[in-house]
């Protein structure tokens, strides 16, 4: 017998499959399928064992459902724009686009050597003008649909990256990749108005197969709260104002209860209200330190509450006629709700620690009908979201820029269609301005251009676009990607889409995954997508840690290379281990200690076939493969790989222990090993003489009636010995079982020694005699 050479076997069918042009998709055949993973950031750390437990576990399910019969879509790119390149860039002088091509060749490399089916022919790249022409026209149809708009917002700024974060790159008030804790600036950004679907995105999660995690996740980040708007009339200096005050609250029961108000610092009428007060200067300052704090800080529970009072200024409660004082603290949050509260102290924790400290009353009151005390005072029942616009402008380089010009006479004008895509301009620096603007705003001869509308003088927008956006639609272009015409044909979209099933991390659940979900609710309302949702199916892995436990980085220098994995045990190695590891969404601790285990798990499959001859198959072998069939079919559906390897790990230890392996056990042993491990299943395969392919097509079927063994092997014992064993059928009755062992031979012999005083049957198991 040949040695298991994994060296030899991999490059050999991979080879096979890359001249052979396996794996690509048909666009037109029944029965289609569409899997997807989370197109990778080609760092320049490579490829990490985190992607390839994902990418396998769906790469077991495409081999699973290929062999099936199923037109298989599992396609790969790259999701290439983003800040680590950039970052490298500006200290290094390498242009992104030199590391992104080095990086993506590497991890190109690395994915090959794994054996993963994705098509090829259908690789994709963010930072492709070709794709990103794409991505700007999208958003300039989101933009003529109303649903982008330039607006002077607080964004959060990180002082050393000098980039506007959105809310979700903020992680307990820090930037998420550096670690700087994030301050808040002015600044006038795009904006996509991604709350216009906050209901819709909510309702909609009825509809799709998500894990649960997941639609929690969504869920509670949307946010909605079912509550009032009430408008307070003011006075200011003891005239009545023709500005009112207008909050949201959930307890419009307290009403009769509001003995002062609350406005934000940066709500819109401070700077008016100030310059009435009599305390202006304080006002101004306390409303200027309160821009620093992140939101968190802000709404800390336990927080010393601070404020001032707008002197000269009152509210009068519209349930009680009395006027109470206003005033500007920041617990309360300018993009929450109307950024204005009524504040209860009686029945609000936060309101009556400010209460206490400034000593303002509170008031128990009868609670009253909600609805109707709203209605009553003119008020309206609102839903409010926690959703927030998506900040959709970074100040930096590597991005797409945003196809936008700005014209004195006509203002913003989007860029003709014919114009697209608007490359993004040659530079060798990246460093952004002192102000935090884009590298693109020094870049005079690009930024100067004609207004499309007038033709006079205007400039173009010199903000790109964020991470977030070719990631927003790339599931669409894979269904036709080499389209010049429009991002996808709508027959192929009909055809390709929804996404079958869509693997990916748990950190995505309220970025990537609710914005992508975004832009495929506008492109359908616009009828340019056949569906309302892109994905119908969403799972997530578990994080792979490193061996002890702690996360796995680089800075941590506990990170394992697949490459040198590969090389050592092999890529049919590395896959079954990482599915064997745990269960497959938990997360679990790396062993490479453990890959052998599973390398001799290979290499017992690989010995079997020594021992294959066209034995007949006994009664219990045909009941485990029948089992095992069913077992491994539905653990993978169901991603349950860790137990479906170790069924293939039982049943393949029965067959070592026979002495000869019938042919019809070991056939499907292998197309069922295929998928986990498919170079070694392949060349197994060969050498058992069975076609090229073979293991790919055809899965086994396993037959019902053969799940449970018909007959049972029933131990004989005379006073509490074994004596004999005999043959019967599982169901057999208590007294055919005995007449069947009191006509054996040997029980016979038995019993004519004494007088049989008792006998008793153990159904499938045992009879016992005792005699005496
Ligand atoms: C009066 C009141 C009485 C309130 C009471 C609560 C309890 P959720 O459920 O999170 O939506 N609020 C409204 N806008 C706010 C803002 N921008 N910043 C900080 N707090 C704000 O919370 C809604 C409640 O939070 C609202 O109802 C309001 O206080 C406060 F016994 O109004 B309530």
Redesign the pocket.
Known sequence: MQKYDHKKVEAKWQKKWEAGGAYQAKDNAPDKSYLLIEFPYPSGDGLHVGHIRSWTALDVVARKRRAEGKNVLYPIGWDAFGLPAENYAIRTGVHPKITTKQNTDNFRRQIKNLGISFDWSREINTTDPAYYKWTQWIFLQIYKKGLAYKSTSLVNWCPKDKIVLANEEVVDGKCERCGTPVEKREKEQWMLAITKYAQRLYDDLDTVDYIPPAKVGQRNWIGP?E?SEIDFAMLVNQTSSDKKIKV????AD?LFGATYMVL?PEHPLVPELAEKSSNKEEVLKYAESAKKKSEIERSAEGKEKTGVELKGVKAINPATKEEIPVFIAD???GS??T?A??A?PA??DRDREFAEKFNLPSKEVELVDKKEITEKVGGKMVT?YKLRDWVYGRQRYWGEPIPMIKCEKDGWVPVPDDQLPVLLPETDTFLPGKEGESPLASMDEWVNTACPACGGPAKRETDVMPQWAGSSWYYLRYADVHNDKAFASKELLTYWTPVDWYNGGMEHTTLHLLYSRFWHKVLFDLGLVPTSEPYAKRTSHGLILAEGGEKMSKSKGNTVSPDLLVEQFGADSLRLYEMFIGPFDQPVAWSTNSILGVRRFLEKVWALQEKVTDAAMDAQTETLLHQTIQKVTADIEALKMNTAVSTLMIYTNHLADLREVPKAAYGPLIKLLAPFAPHAASEVAALAGYPEGAVESGWPAFDPAKLKQSTAMIAVQINGKVRATIELPVDASEADALSAARSSEVVAKWLSVGNEKRAIYIPGKVINFVVG
């Open positions: 709260s509550g949201f609250t959930t307890r307290t934000a617990y309360v949050i929450y709700g950024g509260i009524m209860v029945y609000d409010t």
